[in-house]
């Protein structure tokens, strides 16, 4: 198959953009997946057809590419307009199958009974091809997908399939849970009615690890085509009703801040609006808290500014906020998302908000991390109208027991991130994963807090494209866990980074983890590949993890 190029933009805001879109729109370009992270902790990945230079737009990529400092990787290609029956359904091609939600069995992955031909004809379809049974040998062949469950629990169950009149109109299906058997028929002629390709077969109990399964038979379908694309596993979040934890936040958010103070888990603001879409009404307005031992209603606190991508933290029973992002363009307008110096703290009891001295310089996408009676401020960008000026080199560190408030620079890295996550264990500040110039990383620094020495750590085992972009860690009891955009959070351990035995029921990045205990931590908010999130997810540790 032909290849394409990766162009990775290193500045979200560029005049070019609209003409990106109308590329895309066109089907001469196509983002491999869907950010919903803001482009403020995101690249603006597009991909390019090797030979593109052909179409109206070759001027445009040429610039890019010169100047904009662009990385390339190679990827499978999409197929072109004249390889498929209807180009409009290009664009509901799902290439790379880890942005879909849940768990995803392709039908590379499929135990596959008698002969099967892959093709790209009939778009739409997940992966790099569909298969067929080429109407021969009825009731000979099958395709059985088995998925490796991270949890026990009820999970949706879909089938991907494209839809034409030459479509087989009772395929059969075969789901193997907990309860035994469900015998379905699937009209594959009739159009998939989730995103123009996922077909839901229901709801289904099943056991951790390999013991579900659904096939796809062909028995009964002489004449039509059975095709065969991918089955997906979508875990409900019935742990919500089994836990004390039953409140969503107030609103789905990404981007936002969050943390413990006392008893109360404190969340703040964040991005609310639809992907990619900054202005002053996509800011969540919200600042609640909840008892944790008690978590049955939100409270909610005097707001102060909108803002997402910023720093929080508490201590000695204040609240503080750092710097972050604000966008104050109506809706409709221009974007003109900034990255603000300002820092304030917030007092529970008095329920108010002061200001304390600002930071040096404007600073977003960064973390911040109380500790000992510090702030530490790592990682992060200075913006200006959705466009990067300045990646930071230094962290910041604040004494909390000086008046006023007073910002030190930490010494200087080799290495810049953003939309990195941050904790302290063991003495050791650890940054760990975001987005490099260079893109994506797993990469893990740490500053010894006694010597204001950095050094590097294990790199974090962040899986697929994203790698640790937009995850979060926490310390709990003296354990320091993270979580990238996977089923299943890390412990760091004297050897490296081990898996802990429970896993998460759904993904998610640019979320927060606050610890409730020596043992529990709560996984609150941020986005997956479906869009923003407003559940929590409470997660108990072994402690010989």
Known sequence: METFSIITLQAYGNPLNKTFRRACEKGYLRCPFSLFADFITCPNLVIVEKGFMQFEYASIIALVAVSLACTFSSVTALPRPDQVDNPDNLKYIVPDPVVLSGIVVDNTQAILVGKWKHSVHTPPFVGESYIHDMKELKGEKSATFIPNLPNAGRYEVRMSHNSNIRRANAVPVTIRHVGGETNLKINEGEPAPIQKLFRSLGTFEFEEGRSASVTIGTAGTDGKYVIVDSVQFIPLLDNLENSPWKKALPEAVTSFGACREGDHLYVYGGHKGQAHVYSLDSHSKSFARIDIQNPNSWELLPFNRPLQGFGMASFNGKIYISGGSQATNSSGEKSNLTSVREVSA????????????????????????????????????????????????????????????????????????????????????????????????????????????????????????????????????????????????????????????????????????????????????????????????????NPSE
């Open 346 to 541: 917030f007092d529970p009891e008095k329920k108010k908000w002061s200001q304390l001295p600002p930071l040096p310089e404007p600073r977003s996408s960064h973390e911040m991390v109380a500790h000992a009676g510090h702030l530490y401020i790592v990682g992060g960008w200075n913006m200006r109208d959705g466009a990067g000026l300045k990646w930071h080199r230094h962290g910041l560190v604040a004494d909390l027991s000086k008046k006023p408030l007073h910002w030190e620079k930490l010494p200087e890295t080799k290495w810049t991130v953003r939309a990195n996550t941050a904790a302290v264990n063991g003495g050791q500040l650890y940054v760990i994963g975001g987005l490099t110039p260079k893109g994506m990383t797993n990469a893990v620094h740490k500053l010894d807090l006694e010597t204001l020495q950095w050094s590097e750590g294990p790199e974090y085992p962040g899986t697929g494209h994203l790698k640790a972009f937009g995850a979060a860690a926490c310390q709990v009891g003296d354990k320091l866990i993270v979580s990238a955009y996977s089923h299943q959070p890390r412990v760091l351990t004297e050897t490296g980074w081990a898996p802990t035995s429970r896993k998460l029921e759904e993904r998610r990045f640019f979320h927060r983890i606050i610890p409730l205990g020596s043992t529990k931590a709560l996984f609150i908010g941020g986005a997956n590949h479906d869009g923003h999130l407003n559940t929590l997810e409470v997660h108990e540790f």
